[in-house]
């Protein structure tokens, strides 16, 4: 897991994952200047698929469950932050 605090303002465009059927439910976007991104595999039945998991900070049950991997959600914090 790693955790950016910085006083620059992060904006991500995610794709949602459903955490009931692990399907797409659409773009979502977070804002803020603290994230912690985890990455985890999960399974529904016979349906499976890796997701990552992104805490801003606020109250929301955990994180939000995105489809996006781990490399690019890193690497566009790391962009907006200025630590390419």
Do not use: P
């Not at 006083?7 to 797409?24: A, Q, Y």
């Amino acid at each position: 897991m790693k955790l950016w605090r910085r006083l620059t303002m992060i904006i991500l465009e995610l794709n949602r994952v459903c955490k009931s059927s692990g399907r797409d439910e659409g773009k979502i976007f977070l804002t803020g200047n603290t994230f912690a991104v985890t990455s985890e595999y999960h399974r529904w039945g016979k349906f499976e698929r890796d997701i990552c998991v992104v805490n801003n900070g606020t109250s929301n049950n955990g994180g939000y469950w995105v489809s996006d991997s781990y490399g690019s959600i890193v690497s566009v914090i790391e962009e907006q932050t200025g630590r390419c």
